[in-house]
């Protein structure tokens, strides 16, 4: 017989659902191990194809009646494990893994519009989310209506054209809030499709499908993979929707090696314990920030100080592993920083368990005008900053001295 594809690890287990979501993150998505010699760690299949034993069983691959693994954009066994983890740690019915965020993005958004249809997005966006819609989409002609972080003039907005609503939060890189369940409660009101941007919160914070959104996406190179050593991606939701998704991955080519989906396995595992001692960090360094001299403001959901403080206690399990500041001084002082730090490393990325700092000037926010700037509330002196696991006096020590 071919070599079955074992699609029934990337659906909704009862018994998984009943599991907290460090354990999740450690089991789901895995095949059984209760035996003599089974492996503990997941194996990784490095084939490229996969054999069949009859043209018969070809065949029946042909006419969709077999789900054997042929090739491995078409699926291969070691992303079915990372596939149903994700999915058992978002509380969907399967999910689908790509080669990095933005195929994952690109496949969601492609896989639900078409030529004359319309998106409604927040503005606040990372980079490459935003010129995809700003380049790209209008060449497609597809057209993009952007609306604040408040969700306020959706209502105006919308056409019978408008097929998708799309929301990221908390916002790359500045922090914002979108009220989860006004936004999802608008898509479904209109019948919208409702993607969100679950990057910065990780499902170990929120969980929008359990919400009622149609599909959730994800930079897995960032906190899910958690090491800085892979670029991939992740969609997430209801068994239709990944099939669909399934398709652009395989028509558009975005599929990920089986080597990224062993390590992405590898660093979900700790998932839950990376996030929680980020999120201590990130608290402790931003009431440091906020006290500081130097530093006009601190953009971090876990202060009270911040504009959607109340809207993160309400939706988020804690505020995350990102802040951002901008410090007085403007350009030239967020250089001076930048040039300083010596424990924080000087790059992009985020997620990781290494604290990096970088200028979205110069890199999530480039080429973009004056104006698409101060819409995304981006200044000439603000850094982001993803904190890492490192000893929280380390991290302020190193602030300090920067600061200097």
């Known amino acids: 017989m071919a070599y079955e594809a074992n699609n029934s690890s990337t659906m909704k287990n009862s ?43 070809m065949k029946l691959w042909a006419e969709g009646k077999s789900k054997a693994y042929i090739y491995t954009r078409y699926g291969n066994p070691t992303l079915t494990v990372a596939q149903g983890k994700i999915a058992a740690l978002e509380g969907a019915e399967a999910a689908v893994v790509t080669a990095s965020g933005m195929a994952a993005i690109s496949s969601a958004l492609l896989g639900s519009l078409k030529a004359g249809d319309e998106l409604i997005s927040t503005a606040q966006l990372y980079g490459g989310t935003y010129r995809l819609m700003r380049d790209i989409f209008p060449g497609l002609g597809i057209a993009v209506h952007h609306v604040e972080t408040d969700l306020a003039g959706m209502e105006e907005k919308l056409s019978p054209k408008t097929k998708v609503l799309y929301v990221e939060t908390p916002t790359n890189p500045m922090l914002r809030l979108v009220d989860l369940h006004k936004a999802v409660a608008f898509a479904k009101k209109h019948k919208l499709i409702s993607i969100i941007d679950n990057t910065f919160a990780t499902p170990i914070l929120q969980n929008p499908i359990s ?4 599909m ?47 390590l ?36 971090y959901p876990g202060l009270k100080s911040h504009a959607d403080h109340a809207i993160a206690k309400k939706q988020m399990r804690g505020f995350g592993s990102m802040l951002a500041f901008d410090l007085k ?14 424990l924080f490393l000087l790059a992009v990325s985020l997620g990781g368990v290494e604290s990096l700092v970088a200028l979205p000037l110069y890199s999530s926010h480039y080429n973009m005008s004056t104006e698409e700037l101060r819409r995304a509330g981006v200044s000439p002196g603000t850094v982001r900053v993803s904190i890492g696991v490192e000893d929280a006096e380390d991290l302020i020590a190193d602030l300090q001295q920067a600061l200097k």
């Open 15 to 57: 018994n998984t659902q009943k599991w907290g979501p460090q354990t999740r993150s450690v089991h789901a998505g895995e095949p059984n191990k209760h035996g003599v010699g089974a492996p503990v760690g997941p194996n990784i299949c490095r084939t490229s194809t996969f054999t069949f034993s009859s043209t018969e069983e």
């Open 329 to 342: 001084g403007g350009l030239a002082a967020a250089r001076r920083f930048g040039d300083s730090v010596k």
């Open 211 to 214: 919400m009622g959104y149609d």
């Open 264 to 299: 992405l396995i590898r660093g979900m595992k700790t998932l839950g314990l990376r996030v929680q001692r980020q999120c201590e960090n990130a608290m402790a360094v931003a009431k440091f920030l906020e006290g500081h001299a130097k530093v006009a403001a601190v953009h």
């Open 216 to 262: 959730v996406v994800h930079s897995a190179t960032k906190a899910l993979a958690g090491h800085s050593d892979i670029i991939a991606g992740a969609v997430a939701g209801s068994a239709h929707w990944m099939e669909r998704m399934q398709h652009m991955v395989i028509s558009l080519g975005g599929s990920m090696d089986p080597e990224a989906a062993f």
